[in-house]
């Protein structure tokens, strides 16, 4: 196969798509809208039918070649990259027939890509190694899902002996600030399931994910001069700093927890004298443990409130998004296309579960279940982060198999 992934992977990265969590707009920052206009151009050229909205989302079509009605099946990635790390300026480095050696960075010398620290790239022997220069995050969260799918669609249009039924493919914005499918148009993608190309290393599936609320609480302490405060000043301050102190410590954070333990993790905390909030995110696989988490907050803030007896708190939960599982389960069909994919390839199963949210998730609870694929992706949102055009090789194999599994549907 001529493969086409590695060419688009290195042209899509050097265009800066970073996302803005403090803007309002859609997209957050106007220039992911430029990787959109890059890939509309690529489909113009492939004479593939799309559709784009001031989002900067597209939805592209190819149409069935096969005389059954078989179902119709999406793949996604994200356009952005996360503002965890600068996406400016992004200068791509292939590093060829890798030996197993540490990798130097071409513009800080004090970097260094280890397979002591990063132990998978011991498996990547004989494989040409892309990162960044040293500067930026390199992008492959989530531009090896885009350069996959684009590959995937340039290969199906240009070798008619693939079997398939419809496909459609759906690049959003905003992904990684948690607005990834904020604009997402279900008729206009016109599918019945589909799969997010936006997982780590070759042959990683996940079919599950945190649920996950946001809280906040809000304080309201007594105010008065502070010359003349002896046994009327309740500081808003010093509560939030006591409900904070009084969170557990051994479990339920982030830096104690893995695998399939939840964890309360405080976020952000502001205020003054008389008022003051702090805002949480509340994450476990099992959604009814949030309501347990925002209790254990409450009883915090009860119990400190006790020695302020004139000081009130009021708490507010938001629901953010849902375990795709509850869903994929009521289809398991969906998941086991891409495991029998997989199989055929040859590819090992990396059967994991992702401790976050995925857009997958909320497309799920929408009504187009859909799991997360490999793509390739490693070290992301950091200077270390890598890919191996090989394993973006087979998520092009892999999606193709995908589409040849569903068209026998």
């Given at each position: 196969m001529?493969?086409t992934?590695?060419?688009?992977?290195?042209?899509?990265?050097?265009?800066?798509?970073?996302a803005d969590?403090?803007?309002?707009?859609?997209?957050?920052?106007?220039?992911?809208k430029?990787?959109?206009k890059?890939?509309?151009?690529?489909?113009?050229?492939?004479?593939?039918?799309?559709k784009?909205n001031?989002?900067?989302?597209?939805?592209?079509?190819?149409?069935?070649?096969?005389?059954?009605?078989?179902?119709?099946v999406f793949f996604?990635a994200?356009?952005?990259?996360?503002?965890?790390?600068?996406?400016?300026?992004?200068?791509?480095?292939?590093?060829s027939?890798?030996?197993?050696?540490?990798?130097?960075?071409?513009?800080?010398?004090?970097?260094?890509?280890?397979?002591v620290?990063?132990?998978?790239?011991?498996?990547?022997?004989?494989?040409?190694?892309?990162?960044?220069?040293?500067?930026?995050l390199?992008g492959?969260?989530?531009?090896?899902?885009?350069?996959?799918?684009?590959?995937t669609?340039?290969?199906?249009?240009?070798?008619?002996?693939?079997?398939?039924?419809?496909i459609?493919?759906?690049?959003?914005?905003?992904?990684?600030i948690?607005?990834?499918?904020?604009?997402?148009?279900?008729?206009?993608?016109?599918?019945?399931?589909?799969?997010t190309?936006?997982?780590?290393?070759?042959?990683?599936?996940?079919?599950e994910?945190?649920?996950?609320?946001?809280m906040?609480?809000?304080?309201?302490?007594?105010?008065?001069?502070?010359?003349?405060?002896?046994?009327?000043?309740?500081?808003a301050?010093?509560?939030?700093?006591?409900?904070?102190?009084?969170?557990?410590?051994?479990t339920?954070?982030?830096?104690?927890?893995?695998?399939?333990?939840?964890?309360?993790?405080p976020?952000r905390?502001?205020?003054?004298?008389?008022?003051a909030s702090?805002?949480?995110?509340?994450?476990?696989?099992?959604?009814?443990?949030?309501?347990?988490?925002?209790?254990?907050i409450?009883?915090?803030?009860?119990?400190?409130?006790?020695?302020?007896?004139?000081?009130?708190?009021?708490?507010?939960?938001?629901?953010?998004?849902r375990?795709?599982?509850?869903?994929?389960?009521?289809?398991?069909?969906?998941?086991?296309?891409?495991?029998?994919?997989?199989?055929?390839?040859?590819?090992?199963?990396n059967?994991?579960?992702?401790?976050?949210?995925?857009?997958?998730?909320?497309?799920?609870?929408?009504?187009?279940?859909?799991?997360n694929?490999?793509?390739?992706?490693?070290?992301?949102?950091s200077?270390?982060e890598?890919?191996?055009?090989?394993?973006m090789?087979?998520?092009?194999?892999t999606?193709?198999?995908?589409c040849?599994?569903?068209?026998?549907?």
């Open positions: 001529n493969y992934v590695k060419d688009r992977f290195l042209k899509y990265v050097q265009v800066d798509t970073e969590p403090l803007s309002e707009t859609y997209p957050s920052s106007a220039k992911q430029d990787l959109t890059i890939i509309c151009q690529e489909l113009d050229d492939l004479k593939i039918e799309y784009t001031d989002a900067g989302y597209i939805y592209a079509y190819i149409p069935s070649n096969i005389d059954r009605n078989a179902p119709k996604c994200h356009l952005d990259t996360a503002p965890d790390c600068s996406g400016k300026n992004v200068r791509p480095i292939v590093h027939n890798y030996q197993g050696q540490d990798i130097k960075y071409a513009d800080d010398a004090s970097l260094v890509l280890s397979p620290q990063h132990p998978n790239l011991n498996d990547k022997i004989g494989h040409d190694i892309i990162t960044a220069s040293g500067l930026t390199l492959s969260d989530d531009k090896s899902g885009v350069a996959i799918i684009m590959d669609l340039h290969q199906l249009v240009n070798d008619p002996r693939i079997p398939h039924g419809d459609r493919a759906l690049f959003t914005t905003d992904e990684e948690g607005k990834g499918v904020a604009k997402v148009d279900l008729e206009l993608l016109d599918a019945d399931f589909g799969y190309l936006d997982s780590g290393d070759l042959g990683c599936f996940e079919d994910n945190f649920s996950a609320n946001s906040e609480i809000r304080i309201t302490g007594v105010s008065a001069h502070p010359g003349y405060a002896k046994d009327k000043m309740e500081n301050i010093k509560i939030a700093g006591e409900i904070v102190a009084s969170l557990p410590k051994l339920l954070t982030p830096e104690t927890t893995e695998k399939k333990e939840g964890f309360i993790h976020t905390i502001e205020g003054t004298l008389e008022q702090i805002n949480f995110i509340l994450r476990d696989f099992e959604t009814h443990k949030l309501d347990e988490y925002a209790d254990i409450n009883n915090i803030a009860t119990e400190v409130l006790k020695n302020y007896p004139n000081s009130t708190f009021e708490s507010k939960v938001k629901v953010q998004y375990n795709m599982k509850d869903v994929l389960d009521q289809h398991p069909h969906v998941s086991k296309l891409a495991i029998q994919a997989m199989e055929n390839l040859g590819i090992p199963l059967y994991t579960s992702i401790r976050g949210g995925t857009d997958g998730a909320t497309l799920s609870h929408m009504g187009k279940p859909c799991p694929l490999f793509a390739g992706e490693q070290a992301i949102h200077k270390y890598w890919t191996s055009v090989q394993d090789q087979r998520g092009v194999d999606v193709i198999e995908i040849r599994l569903v068209g026998m549907m």
